[in-house]
């Protein structure tokens, strides 16, 4: 029996599971797709088997990982549910789909972990949000728990009222990112500057700024004020960005973000 299997090898569930690989091997993983072609090719990339159905794939791991989008949650959920026994732990990244609402699917009672990581995880610096019962699982299943998501970033656990929050603060929030990578570089490209060296001059900015606060432990305000000298530059540009409404934007995209994720039910 293998220890983990994915359904679904999107973006997120190949991020997952290449992180994976760092720590276990490729014959303790499996998986399945919707899509041949998908098989074939994570297959031949990974060394990592493909199963034929969900319903194998359930019935030959202790872990399943449901890597699907929501809308497909009710129809694999129906596939798989007479294969997940008590000894099977349940591991659900999809956006607004609840803990209780996953063990409405079976009749008796199933173990869930539910999660909300984010697409940097592609090169093992994810962020992802975890709430379980601690309760449910014993000293080895939740050690394979945190093992398995530090293979391809850092988590947090947190109550799951939260989570639909961490899709806001970190699942959805790096599209916003790059947004301002691109609107830093095309105010660099206006005055001159390569396309090229704009970019890696703003997402180097982003990256180390971002270090600056997980490394120092310094409040982001903090270290914003550091930079703004008296009558400077960079206040000058500050100015501007809250005559924009930059926090506004960013706090309404916030308000849409939570508000969508609370409807995927």
Do not use: W
Request: contains cysteine; aromatic residues 8%; glycine residues 8%.
């Amino acid at each position: 029996m293998s220890t983990f299997g994915f359904i679904g090898m999107g973006n997120m569930g190949q991020a997952m599971m290449k992180g994976l690989l760092k720590v276990y091997d490729a014959a303790q993983i499996a998986f399945t797709d919707a899509s041949e072609v998908a098989r074939v090719k994570v297959s031949e990339e990974t060394g990592v088997k493909a199963m034929p159905t969900n319903v194998e794939l359930a019935n030959s791991v202790k872990y399943v990982v449901l890597a699907i989008k929501p809308q497909n949650y009710d129809e694999v959920l129906k596939q798989i549910r007479n294969v997940i026994t008590p000894d099977k732990i349940i591991i659900s990244i999809a956006p607004g789909i609840t803990i209780e609402s996953v063990r409405s699917h079976f009749d008796g009672h199933v173990r869930v972990v539910r999660c909300m990581p984010n697409t940097p995880a592609l090169i093992g610096e994810g962020m992802t949000g975890v709430s379980y019962d601690k309760n449910e699982f014993d000293l080895e299943e939740t050690d394979t728990i945190a093992r398995f998501f530090t293979s391809f970033g850092r988590f947090e656990i947190l109550p799951e009222k939260l989570l639909n929050t961490v899709t806001c603060v970190s699942g959805s929030s790096p599209a916003y990112v790059y947004m301002f990578i691109e609107a830093l570089a095309d105010s660099a490209v206006k005055y001159g500057m390569s396309r090229k060296d704009a970019i890696e001059f703003a997402a180097m900015t982003v990256k180390g700024s971002a270090d600056m606060v997980l490394s120092t432990g310094e409040h982001p305000a903090v270290l914003k004020d550091r930079v703004c000298s008296p009558a400077g530059t960079t206040i000058a540009g500050v100015s501007a960005l809250e005559e924009n409404g930059f926090r506004h934007a960013i706090i309404s995209a916030t308000d849409k973000c939570y508000e969508k994720s609370t409807l995927l039910k």
